[in-house]
C-alpha cells in the first residue's frame, strides 16, 4: 500500500496545527511526509484521494488537489463518535488510467481485508469501476448504489469513460453485480433507450422528485449496498461555488448530506466514494459541502446498529397470497423491516 500513497501536502498540515485542539484533523491519524503512512491496526474509515480525471469526456488536460477539502474536513469538529479515522493522502496518477485503477484496486482490496471503510475522493466517477474490481477476491456478489443525475451506462463497447462505468461492470468478467441502483436521476439526462434498459435489467432507479419528496426513502436502498458512489454534479449549482457541468435541479445541500448518512448508517456499506470534484479559484462553498457530507458519513457510521433480520430481535410475519407465501422481519430494535427474497442458485445475476 505504501508505495501506492502519497502524503498529506505539508501546507494543509501547517493549517491543521493552527486549529483548535478539539478538530477532527487533530483526532485522526494523517500520512505525512515525516511521519510516514498511519498504522491502521484498529481504524475504522480510511480517507483517501484520487487524483485520476482522464476519463472524464471534458477532459481537458487539467489535473486538481483536494487541499481545500481536507482543510475544510480538519477544521470541522467531530460527534461524539467511537470511531478512528485515518487520511491515507492520495494515489496520483500512473503512467496511465489503468496504472491508476490498478493502485486504486490494491489499496481498496487491502483495507477490505483488515474491515476498514475506504472513503475515496477522486476525481472521475470511472473510478467507481476499480474500486467494484476490488471485491473480487473479497465477495463473490456485490451491490452498488449511484447517486447521480444519469445511469452511466454509455457505449461498452468504447474505451471506458465517466458516463460508462456501468457497462463495463455489467458485462465484463467476473460477473459480482448483483444490484445497481440509481438514486436522484433526472430523466432528461438519460435516453429511453437507457431508461428501459434499467427497466429490463432488474435495476432500481429512483427520479429526483421521488427521492425529495421523502428522502429517507433512500434508507431501504442503501440498506443492502457494497459500493456507494456519489456523483457530485447530482448536486444543484447554486450549492457549490463552481458552475461547471452542474445542474440547476438537483440535490441541495441538506439532502446529499441526508444520503451521506444513510449510506453510513448500512451495516453493509463497506467502501464508500465521492467523485466529480471541481475545484475552483473560488471553492470554498463546494469544499466545505463536500466535508460536511464526508462528514455525515462518518456520523452514520458510527451510528451503525447491528441488524440482522434473522436474529432473535425480530419479529417475523408470513403473508399468504394465493399460491406464495410473503415473509417480512420487523426490527424491535430499530424499527426498520426486511422483506426476503428467494434466491434461485441455476439463475445467472
Known amino acids: ?30 500520512h505525512s511526509a515525516q511521519n510516514g503512512i498511519p498504522e491502521l491496526q484498529g481504524v475504522d474509515i480510511a480517507l483517501f484521494g484520487v487524483l485520476e480525471n482522464r476519463n472524464d469526456i471534458n477532459f481537458i488536460g487539467e489535473d486538481f488537489q483536494l487541499n481545500e477539502i481536507r482543510k475544510s474536513l480538519y477544521e470541522l469538529f467531530p460527534g461524539n463518535w467511537n470511531v478512528t479515522i485515518a487520511d491515507l493522502g492520495n494515489i496520483e496518477k500512473g503512467e496511465t488510467t489503468e496504472d491508476t485503477y490498478f493502485a486504486l484496486r490494491s489499496v481498496v482490496s487491502q483495507l477490505l481485508e483488515q474491515n476498514i471503510i475506504p472513503l475515496i475522493i477522486g476525481g472521475s466517477q470511472d473510478l467507481t469501476y476499480a474500486n467494484y474490481r476490488a471485491y473480487d477476491n473479497i465477495t463473490p456478489m456485490v451491490n ?22 456501468l457497462g463495463k461492470v455489467i458485462l465484463e468478467k467476473p460477473y459480482n453485480l448483483f444490484n445497481y441502483s440509481t438514486i436522484g436521476y433526472q430523466t432528461y439526462f438519460n435516453s429511453q433507450e437507457e431508461i428501459d434498459l434499467m427497466d429490463k435489467l432488474y435495476f432500481e432507479a429512483y427520479r429526483l422528485g421521488e427521492v425529495t419528496n421523502n428522502i429517507s426513502f433512500v434508507e431501504p436502498v442503501l440498506r443492502d449496498a457494497n459500493i456507494v458512489s456519489i456523483d457530485l454534479r447530482c448536486i444543484r449549482a447554486s450549492e457549490v461555488s463552481t458552475k461547471l457541468k452542474y445542474s440547476p435541479n438537483g440535490f441541495d445541500g441538506k439532502e446529499i448530506c441526508s444520503i451521506a448518512r444513510y449510506a453510513g448508517i448500512s451495516n453493509k456499506v463497506s467502501s464508500f466514494g465521492l ?14 459541502l463536500m466535508a460536511q457530507i464526508i462528514w455525515y458519513f462518518i456520523e452514520g457510521v458510527n451510528c451503525r446498529v447491528e441488524d440482522d433480520p434473522l436474529d432473535k430481535n425480530h419479529i417475523k410475519y408470513t403473508v399468504l397470497i394465493e399460491d406464495e407465501e410473503l415473509i417480512f422481519y420487523k426490527s424491535t430494535r430499530t424499527g426498520r423491516w426486511w422483506i426476503e427474497i428467494p434466491f434461485l442458485p441455476n439463475v445467472n445475476n
Open 1 to 30: 500500500m505504501d508505495s501506492y500513497l502519497s502524503p498529506v501536502q505539508d501546507l494543509v498540515l501547517a493549517h491543521n496545527e493552527l486549529m483548535s485542539k478539539q478538530v477532527l484533523g487533530k483526532k485522526i491519524k494523517i
Open 275 to 288: 467523485y466529480e470534484y471541481k475545484p475552483s479559484k473560488d471553492d470554498e462553498s463546494s469544499s466545505m
Open 144 to 165: 452498488i448504489v449511484n447517486v447521480d443525475k444519469s445511469f452511466d451506462l454509455g457505449d461498452s463497447s468504447k474505451p471506458i469513460k465517466n458516463n460508462s462505468y
